[in-house]
C-alpha cells in the first residue's frame, strides 16, 4: 500500500517539513514542489497491516468550497462522509474503516 501510494502522490518525511500534527510522511498532489499544502500524513506500518492517516480537509479545494458555501450545519462531517464514499468505490479489494472525525484544526 505504501508503494501504491508513492507511484501515486508526492510524499514526504514529516521531519523535513513544518506542519502541525504531521508524523511519519506528508503525502501532496503528484509533482508538487509546494509543500505547504498537504492531502494527508500516515505513518507507515511496521506490523500489520493498518495505515492510520491523517487527512488536510484545508488543503481540499472541495472542502474550501463547501465550507464557505455555508449550505450545511457541518461541512466537516459531509465532506468526511464524501470521501470515504469516494475512497469505498475506488479502492475495491481493500477494507476502510472510518475513526470518529476530529475536526480540532480544518
Known amino acids: 500500500m505504501c508503494n501504491s501510494i508513492a507511484a501515486e502522490f508526492t510524499v514526504e518525511s514529516a521531519t523535513k517539513l513544518s506542519i ?12 508538487s514542489t509546494n509543500f505547504t499544502r498537504p492531502l494527508f500524513s500516515f505513518i507507515p506500518p511496521t506490523a500489520g497491516m493498518f495505515i492510520w492517516a491523517t487527512f488536510y480537509f484545508r488543503s481540499s479545494r472541495r472542502f474550501l468550497a463547501l465550507k464557505a458555501a455555508g449550505e450545511v ?34
Do not use: R, Y
Not at 502541525?20 to 509533482?31: D, H, Q, R, Y
Not at 470515504?84 to 470518529?100: D, H, Q, R, T
Open 20 to 31: 502541525t500534527g504531521a508524523e511519519g510522511l506528508v503525502v501532496f498532489n503528484k509533482g
Open 73 to 106: 450545519e457541518n461541512p466537516e462531517q459531509v465532506f468526511a462522509d464524501q470521501l470515504w464514499a469516494s475512497l469505498a468505490k475506488e479502492l475495491v479489494g481493500i477494507m476502510l474503516l472510518n475513526a470518529p472525525l476530529i475536526a480540532d484544526d480544518i
